[in-house]
Nanobody, 123 residues
Framework: QVQLLESGGGLVQAGGSLRLSCAVS????????MDWFRQAPGREREFVAA????????TYADSVKGRFAVSRDNAKNTVYLRMNSLKPEDTAVYYC????????????????WGKGTLVTVSS
């Protein structure tokens, strides 16, 4: 059974940092691109960041570019999202997702999803 388990969410002040982790089991981790999405109340789920199988390619939403960094450790079957300079508008449930093979940025292209972790940024 494929499982994706996010952790690291919480409450942080604007300007602060958090690192999210997503531990993956039940698949060959290095065969899958990894994504982060987020969903704020009343908004559609939006793409945040993605990383290719061996970290050659990364891509980011314009809203987080320069502030967030996605990375992965294939030996640990874990993908990370380092979030710096957090803003109140970053408040959302953050979801880890995975897709077989190549990077995609649409939620409809994801094969598996985690259940999310809440990030709240206070002003």
């Amino acid at each position: 059974q494929v499982q994706l388990l996010e952790s690291g969410g919480g409450l942080v002040q604007a300007g602060g940092s958090l690192r999210l982790s997503c531990a993956v089991s039940g698949l060959t981790f290095s065969s899958y691109a990894m994504d982060w999405f987020r969903q704020a109340p009343g908004r559609e789920r939006e793409f945040v960041a993605a990383i290719s199988r061996y970290s050659r390619y990364t891509t980011y939403a314009d809203s987080v570019k320069g502030r967030f960094a996605v990375s992965r450790d294939n030996a640990k079957n874990t993908v990370y999202l380092r979030m710096n300079s957090l803003k109140p508008e970053d408040t959302a449930v953050y979801y880890c997702a995975t897709r077989f093979s190549t990077i995609a940025t649409s939620p409809y292209d994801m094969d598996y999803w985690g259940k999310g972790t809440l990030v709240t940024v206070s002003s």
